[in-house]
């Protein structure tokens, strides 16, 4: 039986797990400024990070949540049908994403050739076929969730990450010809290594029910996951494709400028991440559950709770990390490559980014209720009217008033801001709405 209770006991087990993968990750930035600084070769390497992580996360997210709804949906007819289902989508993500990948290597090196950007061309497709473990890795996640297992997933990142450290510091020793090469080649390790991680968990779960022939039902189960997959990803890439457009306008406005937005967007993610993320996690199976079996009550109580635990959490943690951003960007990263003036700009970006925090949260989580619903359509509307609200703004701040790099990161807090408050009046004003304004107390759901 779903209840708040239960959703605060998964929020905390994925938060634990979430909370040592995002340590992780403030070591490997760390490692990152201390050998490599903000200099314009590690800022092309993020660039091309971010282009190839644009389809891994706009893909693999959407299969993540899309994977959750339809799955508690057939799990609640049938155990053995959900189970294949899982298998069918492993089978059907495979034979799907390795000729896209093939395909968009091919398009990178002949875009490399035509502008002569070899080297940017280069790393993007060594980090290319990350998608694919990425996206198992994701869909592996949403499987052991389903399922009430949190910390497991949350925490394999850190062995991402971890490969990540150690192959920074390796070429800070051996200082060799093409760093960035080398460090792309160790982030396409280590996302096989995180994909094992849930692989064999995963595997091992799915043995307790006998499953049908290898290609039972594929087909049936890939156009059910089509098209609420399309929508799905394009709700995801919008976001992913404002990160990206913010790596490129921060190129233009400085030579260092995706590097400096890189370093501030890190710390900024961290409460999204370790808060927003455990309770959307947390969140979804159970909203699904609720809205399947036409307890409405109870997944209005589920929404509204979550966001006032979210607002309680985060607004004051927005204010502290815009008051101290300098002193803390100076203690974290002012060390070896990284100078002063880089830590001057990057806690400007820092207090940019803190503005957006709460109302990218907020959407998060509202999202979720749309995913529960299976409308799917509507945060992908919301979520492309964000992104050209956000790469307008980019094109006004960098390239015509010449501002900075921190511009770039304001215009991302205010575009949030913005699929926040459509979010909500997709979500709540209409009518026919299972969710309301009114917030129904727990005792009320039960």
């Known amino acids: 039986m779903d209840s708040w209770n239960s959703i605060r006991s998964g929020s905390k087990r994925f938060f634990s797990g979430n909370a040592l993968a995002r340590a992780s990750g403030i070591v490997r930035d760390i490692s990152m400024a201390y050998v490599f600084g903000t200099e314009s070769f590690v800022a ?32 609640n007819e049938n155990e053995t049908a959900a189970q294949n289902f899982f298998q069918n989508t492993k089978r059907s993500t495979m034979y799907f994403l390795s000729p896209l990948i093939i395909f968009i290597c091919i398009a990178m090196a002949l875009f490399g ?3 002569e950007k070899e080297e940017l061309a280069i790393l993007t497709i060594i980090m290319m076929p990350c998608l694919l473990f990425t996206s198992l890795h994701h869909l592996n996640e949403a499987f052991l969730q389903c399922h009430k297992i949190f910390f497991l997933p949350s925490a394999a990142p850190m062995l991402f990450n971890g490969i990540w450290v150690i192959t920074t510091l390796w070429i800070g020793c051996k200082n060799p010809k093409y760093p960035m090469r080398i460090l792309s080649l160790g982030l396409l390790i280590a996302s096989i290594v995180q994909w094992m991680c849930t692989h064999f968990y ?19 189960d890939a156009r059910t996951l089509i098209k609420p997959l ?3 990803t394009l709700s995801i890439s919008s976001a992913q494709l404002n990160l990206t457009f913010d790596a490129i306008f921060a190129r233009i406005a400085s030579c260092d400028g995706s590097a400096v937005l890189w370093y501030a967007l890190k710390i900024s993610q961290l409460p999204y991440s370790l808060v927003s993320i455990s309770l959307c996690a947390a969140i979804l199976p159970p909203l699904s559950r609720a809205v399947k ?5 109870n997944a209005n109580a589920f ?8 607002i309680l959490i985060l607004l004051p943690t927005s204010l502290i990390l815009i008051v101290l951003s300098y002193p803390l960007i100076k203690t974290l990263y002012a060390h070896g490559h990284f100078t002063i003036g880089s830590a001057k700009i990057t806690s400007q970006a820092l207090s940019c980014y803190a503005i957006g925090i709460l109302p990218a949260s907020i959407a998060l989580i ?37 501002l900075n790099a921190t511009s770039v990161a ?20 209409p009518k026919k709405s299972p969710f309301s304004l009114r917030t129904p107390t727990l005792q009320e759901a039960t």
């Not at 079996?293 to 009550?297: C, G, H, I």
């Open 293 to 297: 079996a036409l307890q409405l009550k």
């Open 366 to 402: 509202l999202s979720q209720a749309f995913f529960a619903q299976k409308r799917f359509a509507f945060p992908m509307i919301a979520s492309l009217l964000s992104s050209a609200t956000n790469i307008s703004l980019n094109f006004a701040f960098v390239c015509i008033f010449k």
């Open 113 to 115: 050739y035509a502008f």
């Open 202 to 220: 995963a595997c091992k779960h799915t043995l307790k029910i006998k499953t049908q022939p290898l290609f039972g039902n594929l087909l049936s």
């Open 44 to 75: 092309l390497f993020f660039v091309a990070y971010r282009l190839s992580y644009f389809f891994r996360r706009s893909i693999s997210g959407a299969l993540h949540a899309v994977f959750i709804s339809i799955f508690e949906e057939k799990r």
């Open 303 to 310: 929404l509204h709770t979550t966001l006032q635990k979210l």
């Open 230 to 232: 399309i929508f799905g």
């Open 410 to 429: 304001l215009a991302t807090s205010l575009s949030s801001t913005m699929l926040a408050i459509t979010l909500a009046l997709f979500l709540f004003v």
